[in-house]
Each structure stands twice: as structure tokens, then as C-alpha cells.
């Protein structure tokens, strides 16, 4: 008896809805869930659920800076958070010294 699995993708009801939460960034260099190598220095990030190549625009509220990131990777698996970005993205955002911080991210493409 063969046994399947089904993964649901999808998008926020409304793209341009935010979504706030905790993020981490993240920079190995392993085969990401869509199955490029993970490049540090790219602006990408991991979501459990949004599909691969979506833009998002993430905004760090404490200190008003934003980076657009390309969804290439699943995750976060800790919980609580909601959304893990690369080295890059998380220097842009500010984050790389506190390695997690609030953000909010809405699709923009």
C-alpha cells in the first residue's frame, strides 16, 4: 500500500496584508527546499508555505529598515517565528548582532 503526501502552498488572503512575528536568519550553504545551493549573500528567505520565487518585502519596525527577499527555502521549523532569512537579507534588516528580531513582511510579487 503506497502512501502520499501532499503539501498545500499558498499565498496570504490578501498579498498585500502584512504578517508580524518573530524572524532568525540562517547562512549555510546546503541544497535549499527548492533546490538551489543556499548563497548567503543573496537576498532570499525561508517560508513555510508562500511559493518559491514570491518577493516579500521584510520590514524591521524597531528601526524602520526594509529588504525585499525571493522565497527559495521552507521553514522556519522553530517555533514562534514566521519567517527565516539569508545573511545578507538579515544585515539589511539590522538583525545579524541579535540573530532574531520582530518583523513584519508582506508579498510584493
Do not use: Q
Not at 498585500?16 to 546546503?30: N, Q, V
Request: proline letters at 6%; aromatic letters at 4%; one cysteine or more.
Amino acid at each position: 500500500m503506497a502512501v502520499t503526501a501532499s503539501v498545500t502552498v499558498s499565498t496570504p488572503a490578501s498579498a498585500a496584508d502584512p504578517s508580524c512575528g518573530r524572524a532568525s536568519w540562517y547562512a549555510l550553504t546546503s541544497r535549499t527546499a527548492s533546490g538551489e545551493r543556499m548563497d548567503p549573500s543573496k537576498l532570499t528567505a525561508a517560508h513555510p508555505r508562500l511559493r518559491f520565487g514570491t518577493k516579500v518585502e521584510v520590514s524591521n519596525p524597531h528601526n524602520g529598515k526594509t529588504v525585499v527577499v525571493r522565497i527559495n527555502d521552507r521553514g522556519p521549523f522553530v517555533k514562534g517565528r514566521i519567517i527565516d532569512v539569508s545573511k545578507a537579507a538579515a544585515g539589511r534588516l539590522g538583525m545579524i548582532r541579535s540573530g532574531v528580531a520582530k518583523v513584519c513582511f508582506r508579498v510584493v510579487s
